[in-house]
């Protein structure tokens, strides 16, 4: 008998956190996808909630210029009044690849390194850190990337990137 009430209130507890833990799930805000909210050649806004939104947008900014031969580079970012946040790209032109050895060197690629999570304290830090992953997995031959967006037990939010063939 003792057995069975302690399997009981096993049973209970895990009970009482399995409801728990789905209450939170569905007071969880649920937001809307990230809205193209502007577009004049060579720019484009979006308006996103959450810092995977903004991965996504830079994702869908990068596809934008790739049009005009082009790569994202972000111009700004601005709260809203309805508590959403916005952020416009440009699109520039990459610099030449290739200089003859009588020119200065061009500054090294922007260092990736896809086996590590990346700490991050601004959305700009982000969107940096998704445009070197973007141009890490095109140089290695991949057309996507892909992220997983963590919160930190110290507060401190965290991305990692994934390369993917589409």
Known sequence: MLSDSFGYRQLTILSALALTGLALVACAPQYP?????GSSSPRISYKYHTDQDLVQTNQTAANFCSQYQSVARTMTFAND????KSVSYECVRPA???MPQTVAQPAP???YNPN??????SEQELAEATRNAQVYCMNNGAQQ???????NMDGS??????????
Do not use: K, L
């Open 157 to 166: 939010r965290s991305a990692r990137f994934f390369c993917s063939p589409h």
């Open 116 to 121: 590590m999570a990346y700490s991050y304290r």
């Open 96 to 98: 030449p690849q290739y």
């Open 81 to 84: 009044p309805d508590g959403s």
């Open 33 to 37: 996808p990230p809205e193209q909210i």
């Open 109 to 111: 690629a922007p260092y």
């Open 145 to 151: 990337v892909s992220s997983t967006i963590s919160t």
